[in-house]
């Protein structure tokens, strides 16, 4: 009876319906590394600062703030109120801050992005000063990823669990089925719209197009490789534009992925062009390297490896490579497998003998963390409208692994032109060393470097207001509106 009440409660008219395809890993921002938790977590919980729907950096618990560079001086909002009915406090964003800062067992898997703070201190109930070690041209961006929200220190020593300020709340998590949130009336940036959210699992594309044709769906995001008709009448389309790169990992840690000179062949391998025409209905742009062509005020000047199977066969041939085998690893996804399987052609065609393996996401990860693996496919969505956020995680030596680096990728002087870069402030000067970064790391071809990825969207009738984000975790919630 309390399960069909619940059921009958969250399919009020008032829900917008939408769905993940599979469960976060936590929704906690101590362990926040992949894109679904950070959909759901920023509407759990807030952050220093935020990026609002034009990717622009805006105060979000802040109301007043002084950056140098160096020395951050804030006051927090006085009206935030934790879920458990508590008020923000500057002890509230310290404790927050060490939790990942300090950690060591568990140890955050993002605990490098607070590495730069040399100290936090409280001046007051509502005042903070935040100290660096150098200067930083990405701090207060850093400061708008999840795992830099804030929760109550209070209800975690208490409840040893963690509660935000977001414009909902968890009601209900039933594993690979839904999650269920409700609106927060005491929210301090304008209450939601709607009563709560339904996410439901559905893993399957067809799935979700059948659910959305039914109207138990608000929300269908297109598949990549889509030619589902969804036509029909009141239902309306959003392209989003994403800042994302699809990648093959190379694990550049063990023979011959260790060559450059092989890295650069399976990139001339692959007939790019050909892929996304004959799979994405002129949806996406050829990767030139790491970074998207234009990202905030980041224009990319870099050059991308030209298609060339006749040199990329002769380098392999000249290797002594013919014939051996390899395998890529992809999560279980029919449009990756489908994009696999062309990469697989072109790659036979240079010479080699490379199999597919579907796994499961969580199976996929651990593998990569332990270098076993040969080559890996990979998307990485962007946690702020920042060139360093292809960068430094991603191809930094300090992150090989769980910090991002999935191909253990390893130069030192990018490890100095990234710590270079962090240290300018002024754009220009760091705009021409993020091309000089760029220039290296296509050189070097860690990566199979693929496409930069958007995403369309159908909406249903009822909905009446949906405003799209570049970031994943840019979208409270509180702006939907439905009929």
Not at 90 to 117: A, H, Q
Not at 341 to 367: D, F, H, P, R
Request: glycine letters at 6%.
């Amino acid at each position: 009876m309390l399960f069909f009440s619940a059921c009958q409660k969250h399919n009020k008219s008032d829900y917008y319906i939408t769905y993940i395809q599979s469960d976060p890993a936590r929704l906690d921002p101590f362990y926040s590394t992949d894109v679904v938790s950070g959909r759901i977590l920023t509407k759990l919980f807030n952050g220093l600062f935020k990026i609002n729907a034009g990717g622009q950096l805006v105060k979000d618990l802040t109301d007043d703030y002084r950056f140098d560079g160096r020395t951050l001086e804030l006051c927090l909002k006085k009206n935030v109120l934790f879920h458990d009915g508590s008020q923000l406090t500057s002890e509230d964003v310290i404790f927050s801050l060490n939790r990942i800062r300090f950690s060591s067992n568990p140890t955050s898997p993002r605990k490098w992005i607070l590495g730069s703070i040399k100290s936090i201190k409280t001046s007051g109930r509502h005042k903070l000063k935040i100290i660096l070690k150098k200067p930083s041209s990405t701090f207060l961006y850093i400061l708008t990823m999840p795992n830099c929200y804030i929760i109550s220190k209070n209800y975690y020593k208490t409840h040893a669990g963690v509660t935000g300020s977001g414009p909902f709340t968890l009601s209900e998590w039933e594993s690979d089925h839904r999650i269920v949130l409700e609106k927060n009336p005491d929210y301090f940036d304008g209450k939601p719209e709607v009563s709560g959210i339904v996410y439901k699992i559905i893993s399957e594309d067809l799935t979700a197009r059948f659910e959305f044709l039914n109207k138990t769906l608000d929300y269908f995001e297109l598949p990549y490789l889509s030619r589902m008709n969804i036509r029909k009448e009141k239902i309306s389309f959003i392209n989003i534009p994403e800042l994302s790169v699809h990648y093959i990992a190379l694990n550049n840690s063990k023979p011959p992925f260790n060559s450059k000179t092989f890295r650069q062949a399976l990139n001339m391998a692959v007939d790019r062009d050909r892929i996304m025409k004959s799979l994405f209905i002129n949806r996406f742009i050829k990767a030139a390297g790491p970074v998207p062509p234009k990202i905030g005020d980041y224009i990319s000047t870099v050059k991308g490896i030209s298609y060339d199977p006749v040199r990329a066969k002769s380098i392999i041939t000249d290797m002594g490579l013919q014939g051996k085998e390899f395998i890529i690893f992809i999560k279980s996804d029919h449009q990756v497998s489908l994009i696999c399987q062309m990469i697989q052609y072109y790659l036979s065609k240079a010479g080699l003998n490379v199999t597919i393996k579907e796994m499961e996401w969580s199976a996929l990860k651990a593998s990569v963390l332990k270098q076993n693996f040969d080559m890996a496919y990979f998307t990485w969505h962007a946690d702020y409208p920042e060139a360093e956020n292809f960068l430094f995680p991603l191809f930094y030596s300090g992150n090989k692994g769980a910090g991002g680096n999935r191909a253990y990728y390893s130069n030192q002087k990018v490890d100095n032109l990234l710590l270079k870069a962090e240290n300018t402030i002024e754009g220009k000067k760091r705009f021409a060393i993020y091309d000089k970064i760029s220039g290296i790391i296509v050189d070097d071809a860690p990566w199979i470097f693929l496409w930069y990825g958007d995403k369309k969207i159908a909406l249903s009738e009822r909905v009446k207001q949906f405003i799209p984000y570049p970031i994943y975790n840019g979208m409270k919630g509180n702006e939907i509106k439905l009929d």
